[in-house]
T-cell receptor, first 115, second 109 residues
């Protein structure tokens, strides 16, 4: 049973295109996240949703738009892709936002390459 | 600003012990996490410390000193499968995880 799943696992596309990455969790968690991990391996939070509502929106270009149709799904749409968007994007979930002892469960990641 | 520092890379021998250090400066503190990340895979949870002291879990232990802004992850009886990156992350006052860049641990036979 996959706890947090992402599709696709690999995404290769041209500059200027629009693409989406889908994420689903079957853990019944309230909170979901999108992270970007660049070539230097820093994990940077991009967005966090709690029960379908946006609670964290870091300084991310507005070309990136998250969408949460229900609390089990958090999709990431990227417009006008740029070379600097190449990275691994991880989706994660946790039971709740305000109980820090809860670990975050990560999806397998989506490796995005912009040519 | 918020900052998490850990060594970029460490090398150790199979069967030995290694200690990976992490220092942090964050806006508030709601606990410190250690995650393991094998190459090409997702991070997986190892430990959580919110009070000072040592938490032991099998071959892995994690220590925290809040007054010093310092933690370490101790790995005993190293195995080849322990070769991975180890990520230190601190939850700040907004319940947001601030991540270090990770320490790449190389295990040699």
């Amino acid at each position: 049973d996959t706890a947090v799943s992402q599709t696709p696992k690999y995404l290769v596309t041209q500059m200027g295109n629009d693409k989406s990455i889908k994420c689903e969790q079957n853990l019944g968690h309230d909170t979901m996240y999108w992270y970007k991990q660049d070539s230097k391996k820093f994990l940077k939070i991009m967005f966090s949703y709690n029960n379908k509502e946006l609670i964290i929106n870091e300084t991310v270009p507005n070309r990136f738009s998250p969408k949460s149709p229900d609390k089990a799904h958090l999709n990431l749409h990227i417009n006008s892709l740029e070379l600097g968007d190449s990275a691994v994007y991880f989706c994660a979930s946790s039971p709740t936002r305000d109980a820090p002892a809860f670990e975050q469960f990560f999806g397998p990641g989506t490796r995005l390459t912009v040519l | 600003g918020q900052n998490i520092d850990q060594p970029t890379e460490m090398t150790a021998t199979e069967g030995a012990i290694v200690q990976i250090n992490c220092t942090y400066q964050t806006s508030g503190f709601n606990g410190l996490f250690w995650y393991q990340q094998h190459a090409g895979e997702a991070p997986t949870f190892l430990s959580y410390n919110v009070l000072d002291g040592l938490e032991e879990k099998g071959r892995f232990s994690s220590f925290l000193s809040r007054s010093k802004g310092y933690s370490y992850l101790l790995l005993k009886e190293l195995q080849m499968k322990d070769s991975a990156s180890y990520l230190c992350a601190v939850m700040d006052s907004n319940y947001q995880l601030i991540w270090g860049a990770g320490t790449k641990l190389i295990i040699k036979p």
